[in-house]
């Protein structure tokens, strides 16, 4: 399956991406440097900790895990032929 | 496990490179690829400047990849206040008429047709392309990287790793020969791109960029953390739009990005030039980004990482070549695969891909006079130091040094350098360097992008003009088969010279500028019809004749 977002033309994403983000709460300080980098707005605080939201609209470029300084983030490419695929890159 | 002599991990711009020289050699060459299909993951266009075409890869430059449109100039915008409509210009870096827009200084294009172009070249060549595939880790043996596994875990050998992973680097990371770059290093490009008939591309841009430099308290555009810029790259039939933004601002805080709506609202919204002539005929088709390590090349820790270890070379994104200059990683990417795969090639018929025999790579990418000034210069951290100061004028002439004729005080020697060396190497790549321009215009003109590398027979010249063109190619190309000694001699002799060349542009630029300029406007109207002429004559010309012919054929 695929989808798209309204506010993100030109890209569709590929169901299967799988926890390519993933947070190590115990290191994570609630700074929110995550949040605000992420143009997917794929995280947000909860109970004084960062956690993906969703990855719906991740572009995997990664801004949120050189955003992180804690090392919570740790970062992978989703599986091979999924996630996002832009048709005007 | 599957053994290959080398594995190429992506197949961006460095990627096929790199694997089809490997394959070319004689050696067994995978290249991975995460995206199902080339091209996908990447995703800002831009334009790729002309030393990239000239000095980069010779497929390349004599073949015909698909290109979106040449560009010949920049217009920049400096928006004093945009309410007011108070813009002063900075146009005066443009190739000049008649050579323009046939000769140009970059191609732009869009990333994925280019890079599946080039990895159809690759695979053309022998090379294995391996699709929907991601390298999670490599396989290493005391020390030695001996392949890679990948996502569905599979265990590869290679004698030799040649990462083209991009900025992320995450294999590199894994590998232990890099480490995550810090925030500050990195750049968001925010890409807008924007769908207009062609028609009106050519009536409003031509083929000239613009770039649009405010205040950050107009909020027009993002403060960078070095710079300040919004730029619009006119395509074939759209408008690619980006603006980018350093990870860290001046006080060290993480700016938020989804303010980039906002400079995007602005910007357009307050330029009569874009709400007059472009918003009504455009429509929004994209809206992408992608992180890019912008930085690396002025932070002398991250720079001096290595780009090589037991096994494994790292080229283009993956080895911080970024260029700070232009926001372009291509034509680094390019030289980079090239000589990595150099390097591989003479490591493998020696039977040694230790680090200490791959050492030889690192020492290339320092002694690269062009990637050293690209991902060197500082001209995007003095306009940050002229935003903070307030100071026009300080403003004004460092966009005039990065973006405007100015930038001949700093470019010219490891340009001139290049050149001379490449014509050392080999004479007859001058007469390449022209047909590409023509043969580029041609191609473009009609649309007209393949596989075609060689011409399969001599070329064909029909009218007079395409006789006079073959008559002049053709004495060249004999004249330096003969005289190729003396002019690899007088080449090597000259080099040294060309360090001379910036102090020498700082001392005559303020002088030559404006005779040079008044003499562009004197003679706008007859360089104007030579330039339609030339046009018209590279449209119609037979496509053959902007081929290397084979007798020059190595």
């Known amino acids: 399956m695929t989808w798209t977002a309204e506010e993100f033309p030109g890209v569709e994403w590929v169901e299967g991406s799988g926890d390519f983000i993933r947070f190590d709460p115990d290191r994570c300080s609630a700074c929110a440097r995550c949040v605000k980098v992420c143009l997917g707005d794929c995280f947000e605080i909860a109970e004084k900790k960062a956690r993906v939201k969703s990855l719906e609209k991740c572009l995997e470029c990664g801004a949120c895990w050189f955003a992180c300084t804690d090392g919570a983030i740790d970062f992978s490419w989703p599986p091979g032929g ?8 | ?23 070319e050699a004689g050696f067994r060459t995978l290249m991975l690829e995460r995206g199902e299909r080339v091209g996908q993951k990447v995703i800002s266009g831009l334009t790729i400047p002309f030393y990239g075409f000239l000095f980069g890869p010779a497929f390349i430059r ?58 159809d070249r690759a695979v053309e060549s022998g090379v294995e392309l391996r699709t929907s595939t ?29 990462d083209a992973e991009g900025c992320q680097g995450i294999l590199a990371i894994k590998a232990g020969v890099r480490e995550k770059y810090t925030p500050d290093a990195i750049s968001l490009a925010d890409v807008y791109d924007y769908e207009m008939s062609k028609e009106d591309v050519d009536r409003i841009f031509g083929s000239t960029l613009r770039f649009c430099w405010g205040w950050d308290e107009q909020r027009i555009a993002p403060p960078l953390g070095y710079g300040n810029g919004l730029m619009v790259w006119p395509y074939r039939e759209s408008l690619h739009f980006i ?31 874009w709400q007059e002539d472009i918003a009504p005929r455009v429509r929004l088709r994209a809206r992408v980004w992608d992180a890019f390590e912008i930085f690396v090349g002025l932070d002398e820790r991250l720079k001096a990482m290595p780009n090589h270890t037991d096994g494994m070379i790292l080229i283009g994104d993956a080895a911080g070549l970024e260029s700070t200059e232009l926001c372009d990683g291509v034509p680094a990417a390019w030289f980079s695969a090239e000589m990595a795969a150099d390097v591989a090639i003479d490591a493998l018929r020696a039977g040694d891909t230790s680090s200490s025999f791959l050492r030889r790579y690192d020492e290339l990418i320092k002694a690269h006079p062009i990637i050293q000034w690209s991902i060197s210069r500082t001209n995007r951290h003095d306009l940050r130091y002229a935003q903070q100061t307030h100071d026009e004028k300080l403003l004004k002439r460092y966009i005039h040094d990065g973006w405007g004729l100015g930038g001949f005080k700093h470019v010219s020697t490891p340009l001139i350098r290049t050149i001379l060396d490449s014509i050392a190497e080999e004479p007859g790549i001058l007469t390449s360097w022209i047909r590409m321009f023509f043969r580029y215009y041609n191609n473009w003109h009609h649309q007209r992008f393949d596989g075609r590398t060689e011409a399969e027979s001599e070329p064909v010249a029909r009218t007079r003009g395409e006789r006079v063109f073959k008559g002049i190619t053709g004495a060249l190309d004999r004249g330096l088969k003969r005289f190729g000694g003396p002019v690899k001699t007088v080449a090597r002799f000259l080099a040294p010279a060309s360090a001379a060349a910036n102090p020498v542009m700082k001392v005559l630029l303020p002088v030559i500028e404006p005779l040079y300029l008044w003499l562009l406007k004197v003679t706008e109207a007859p360089a104007g019809r030579l330039s339609d002429r030339l046009v018209r004559f590279v449209a119609d010309a037979h496509p053959s004749l902007f081929e290397r012919p084979p007798t020059e054929r190595k």
């Open chain 1, 82 to 89: 999924k996630g996002y695929r832009s048709l005007w890159g």
């Open chain 2, 1 to 23: 496990m599957e053994e290959y002599d080398v594995v190429v991990v992506g197949a961006g711009f460095g990627g096929p490179v790199a694997a089809k020289k490997c394959a």
């Open chain 2, 134 to 162: 991601v390298a999670v880790d490599v396989i290493k043996e005391d020390g030695f990287v001996k392949g890679v596994v990948t996502d569905d875990g599979s265990r590869i050998g290679a004698k030799i790793v040649i």
């Open chain 2, 243 to 273: 603006q980018d933004q350093c990870l860290v601002t001046d006080a060290g805080r993480l700016p938020s990005l989804k303010d980039f709506d906002e400079y995007h609202r602005n910007i357009t919204g307050g330029l009569d030039w």
């Open chain 2, 62 to 119: 004599d073949g015909n990849p698909p290109i979106e449109r040449p560009a010949d100039g920049i217009i920049n915008y400096i928006v004093k206040d945009i309410e007011k409509g108070d813009i002063d210009i900075d146009d005066t870096l443009r190739v000049p008429k008649p050579l323009s827009p046939v000769l140009a200084f970059g191609y732009n294009a869009y990333c994925q047709p280019f890079c599946e172009w080039e990895a």
